[in-house]
């Protein structure tokens, strides 16, 4: 077909030489030119046809790449959650362990749970659930109801984490921010520093988050959250 369009102009060049062209040689030329008129038309659309194929290809690779990022993102933070959660429970268990046990007292009934425990075991029981709106609201009125409370700082913390499932980012990053400022000296506070420098890098505020991660590596050396902050910083290429 194209060596056909292209031998049309030699064609059309050798009749113009003989001068005189014959109504049937006329016709000839014009049933070529409409024939090739058409062949035109067919490769403009196989044409078009191919390049709507290689854009859907190239959208599709996009979009697989585009999900497979997500998923490895999502899978990672998954694996973090449940990291906190292990080093939650295991600093809860060393806390208890390193506490005098009480003296057994004769004929006397066991004490029952404080109400301030209650509550955070059943908004522990939401948050595992997934329920992290019920869970947040459970967190906060602990905070609420008893200021004073030992669960404080871990109910401080488990509802910046419900925010932070939500990406709810900057209301998770107030929270862990609290935890920070008025408790330096509980358990939740190098975890809240890691995972505020981790919402400030959901919120596209990497020269803070690195800032916030390379003080963990560099105040807090040998602790499983300055391991975490330079596993961080390797994956920001830094």
Not at 42 to 63: F, P, V, Y
């Amino acid at each position: 077909m194209k060596s056909r369009i292209l031998a049309f102009p030699l064609a059309l060049a050798a009749l113009a030489s003989v001068g005189c062209v014959s109504d049937d040689q006329m016709a000839r030329v014009e049933q070529e030119v409409g024939d090739l008129k058409v062949e035109v038309f067919k490769l403009r659309q196989q044409t078009e046809e191919q390049n709507r194929k290689a854009d859907a290809e190239a959208q599709a690779a996009s979009q697989f790449r585009d999900e497979d990022r997500r998923f490895r993102a999502d899978l990672s933070e998954s694996l973090r959650q449940i990291q906190t959660s292990t080093r939650t429970l295991g600093n809860r268990v060393s806390t208890l362990s390193r506490e005098p046990a009480a003296a057994p007292a004769s004929a006397s009934p066991t004490a029952p749970a404080g109400d301030d425990e209650k509550a955070f075991n059943a908004a522990m029981l939401d948050y595992n659930r997934g329920n992290y709106s019920l869970a947040s609201d459970g967190f906060g009125l602990l905070v609420k109801t008893y200021p004073q409370s030992a669960r404080k700082a871990d109910a401080l913390f488990f509802m910046g984490l419900c925010q932070y499932n939500q990406r709810s980012y900057d209301k998770a990053q107030a929270v862990f921010e609290q935890i920070i400022r008025e408790m330096p000296t509980s358990n939740q506070f190098l975890p809240a520093k890691l995972k505020r420098a981790q919402c400030m890098e959901r919120l596209g505020l990497k020269a803070a988050a690195v800032k916030a991660l390379q003080e963990l590596v560099n105040g807090f050396p040998g602790t499983a959250e300055a391991r975490t902050a330079q596993q961080e910083l390797n994956d920001l290429g830094l």
